[in-house]
């Protein structure tokens, strides 16, 4: 009987998918035309983002951010600024998310991290030794659809185009949910 319930309780332990991975700029947060988010002034946390977050965060094991911010690199921003724009960012959007890792590199710098590459998603899943085929992405570029789909991650595409790497499309982060339910 103890046995029992012990598998049990287990049982509702158990999550429905692994990792949801989030992009940034764009999915959580105002992406800034022809420019960076540089101080926690600069962020604007999106439509629906919130609710949607709180909605499945128990459907997930851990929630990440994996971001591409060149400003880094180009010296506009500091590790430690970004880190605190990131901190600021979670906590504005209902601190459920686990983890942000970042690219701070440029385009020559020939990096693995840089999206489309996926070396974001692979450091990810070296930390919390993630399944892949049972994870999600947000994003509202192709660079981050690309990486994911190679690694065998659903995809969720924020943008007014199709994509053929994207499994749903949703047209804004209003709508991010109702993608979300009937993804598998
Ligand atoms: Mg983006
Ligand atoms: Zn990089």
New binding site residues.
């Given amino acids: 009987m103890r046995q029992l319930r012990r598998s049990l309780r287990i049982l509702s332990e158990m999550k429905k998918y692994d990792t949801l991975f989030l992009d940034r700029d764009g999915v959580l947060n105002k992406k800034i035309e022809a420019g960076y988010v540089l101080d926690i002034c600069d962020i604007e946390v999106l439509p629906g983002v919130v609710y949607f977050l709180s909605r499945v965060r128990n459907l997930f094991n851990q929630i990440i951010v994996v971001t591409n911010q060149r400003c880094v690199g180009r010296g506009m921003l500091t590790m430690d600024r970004l880190e605190m724009i990131n901190r600021t960012l979670n906590q504005l959007t209902g601190s459920h998310i686990d983890h942000f890792l970042v690219?701070?590199?440029l385009n020559n710098?020939m990096?693995e991290?840089?999206k489309p590459k996926d070396?974001l998603f692979r450091k990810a899943g070296d930390i919390y030794n993630i399944d892949f085929s049972n994870s999600v992405l947000v994003g509202d570029s192709e660079s981050d659809l690309i990486p994911a789909k190679e690694l065998g991650i659903k995809t969720i595409y924020i943008s007014g185009y199709e994509s053929k790497y994207a499994d749903k499309r949703v047209s804004s982060t209003l709508h991010l949910l109702s993608a979300f339910n009937n993804l598998y």
Avoid: F, L
């Fill in positions: 690219c701070p590199h710098d990096c991290c840089r070396g």
